[in-house]
């Protein structure tokens, strides 16, 4: 693997991860009031055609932290919903 | 422009695009309870990361996004280190 896809993957390993203290905080304290609603559901959008676009320009880090972001912010957007 | 980098432009300002809201909203209820600290401090390193990927790779999207991503997150996470 080149030196350029090892900084993508570390750029998207803190992009991602950065979701993982929201989803738990969320998770754990159930309180959505601060977090906006629209960003989330725009967020989500925008993530699914980033990874559409890794796709067609063969970016491997581009696809993978977009796919697992996706996840994350999900359950963020899922909570929001449910406890809005 | 290739239809690749308008599909990316148009992923990127989503994603972009969804901080606004919760630029604006955090700005005029200064209440950063529900937001994550650890999350916007993770975010914004890795922000800078994929801008430099994206000058690697020369993805005009993956730069122009990023960076003023980064200044919208940067916004959040100032003040949720003032009002925390």
């Known amino acids: ?3 350029i ?3 993508g993957l570390a750029a998207g390993a803190l992009t991602t991860a950065s979701f993982l203290p929201q989803v ?3 998770w754990r304290t159930r309180s959505t009031k601060d977090i906006s609603l629209g960003m989330f559901v ?3 959008a925008g993530i ?3 990874a ?3 796709f ?3 970016s491997l880090p581009v696809i993978i932290t977009n796919v697992i972001t996706f996840i994350l912010a999900s359950i963020i ?3 929001k919903i449910r406890h809005g």
Chains 1, 2 share one sequence.
Do not use: P, R
């Open 42 to 44: 725009a967020f989500c």
């Open 48 to 50: 699914c055609l980033w």
């Open 56 to 58: 067609l320009i063969h």
């Open 5 to 7: 896809t090892m900084l």
């Open 1 to 3: 693997m080149d030196s």
């Open 24 to 26: 738990i905080k969320t």
């Open 77 to 79: 957007l899922a909570l």
């Open 52 to 54: 559409v676009y890794g």
